[in-house]
Nanobody, 120 residues
Framework: QVQLVESGGGLVQAGGSLRLACAAS????????MGWFRQAPGKEREFVAR????????YYADSVKGRFTISRDNAKSTVYLQMNSLKPEDTAVYYC?????????????WGQGTQVTVSS
């Protein structure tokens, strides 16, 4: 497994932007598919975006498509989530996750989460 540490969360007004980062340990970062998930108070954790290992194909939840962008820097072992046009309903704890696969069968490494709060 890989160790993951998220950063970049905070308080932002609706319409604003934030960039989350997730730093991974180890030297095989490029072999991992990376995902972002979020969990709002009283709700289940939901998928936000993922970037497939080796080919960098990306997938997004419909709720964030066109506003969020996932990217990775393998040299820095870091995955990013650029969040634009933020809405109050984007408020949640955001988690990054990693798996040695394409992500469709789940993830086996998780970060501790970073809080994102969007005020109206």
């Amino acid at each position: 497994q890989v160790q993951l540490v998220e950063s970049g969360g905070g308080l932002v007004q609706a319409g604003g932007s934030l960039r989350l980062a997730c730093a991974a340990s180890g030297r095989t970062f490029s072999s991992y598919t990376m995902g972002w998930f979020r969990q709002a108070p009283g709700k289940e954790r939901e998928f936000v975006a993922r970037i497939i290992r080796w080919i960098d194909r990306t997938y997004y939840a419909d709720s964030v498509k066109g506003r969020f962008t996932i990217s990775r820097d393998n040299a820095k072992s870091t995955v990013y989530l650029q969040m634009n046009s933020l809405k109050p309903e984007d408020t949640a704890v955001y988690y990054c996750a990693a798996v040695l696969g394409d992500g469709t069968a789940g993830y086996n490494s998780w970060g501790q989460g970073t809080q994102v709060t969007v005020s109206s």
